[in-house]
C-alpha cells in the first residue's frame, strides 16, 4: 500500500518557468499574502475543519498545501474564500500548478 513517490518532494515549482513568471508581479504580491498572518490562520482553520487530507479525488495522502481552486492571480478578491480552496498534497499541487502554467 505505500506508494510515496519523492519526485519533485524539494521543486515546488519548475524552475525554467518560474525565471519566467519573475517580475510578472502578481508572484510577489501572492507570496507576501502567503506570509500574512491573516492567511497562516486562514489555512490553520481550514485544515482543521477539513481534517489536513488531500482533497484531490482519489487520494487520501495527507495534504500540507492549501491550494487555490480559481488561481489567486484571476481573482485576487477570492484569497479568502473558504469556497475556492483545497487542500492537496504536494505532489496533486505541483501536478495542478504545472498545468495552470503551461
Ligand atoms: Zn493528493
Redesign the pocket.
Known amino acids: 500500500m505505500p506508494y510515496l513517490k519523492k519526485e519533485n518532494a524539494s521543486l515546488p515549482w519548475n524552475p525554467k518557468r518560474d525565471t519566467k513568471v519573475k517580475g510578472s508581479g502578481w508572484t510577489s504580491t501572492g507570496n507576501k499574502k502567503y506570509k500574512s498572518y491573516k492567511w497562516q490562520q486562514f489555512r490553520k482553520s481550514i485544515f482543521a475543519e477539513r481534517g489536513g487530507i ?1 482533497e ?1 479525488e482519489g ?1 487520501y ?1 495527507k ?1 500540507n498545501v492549501l491550494d487555490h481552486i480559481q488561481p489567486v492571480r484571476l481573482a485576487p478578491e477570492r484569497f479568502f474564500d473558504e469556497s475556492n480552496v483545497q487542500i ?2 504536494e ?2 499541487h505541483n501536478s495542478k500548478s504545472a498545468k495552470e502554467r503551461l
Open positions: 488531500c484531490t487520494c495522502k495534504g492537496l498534497c505532489s496533486c
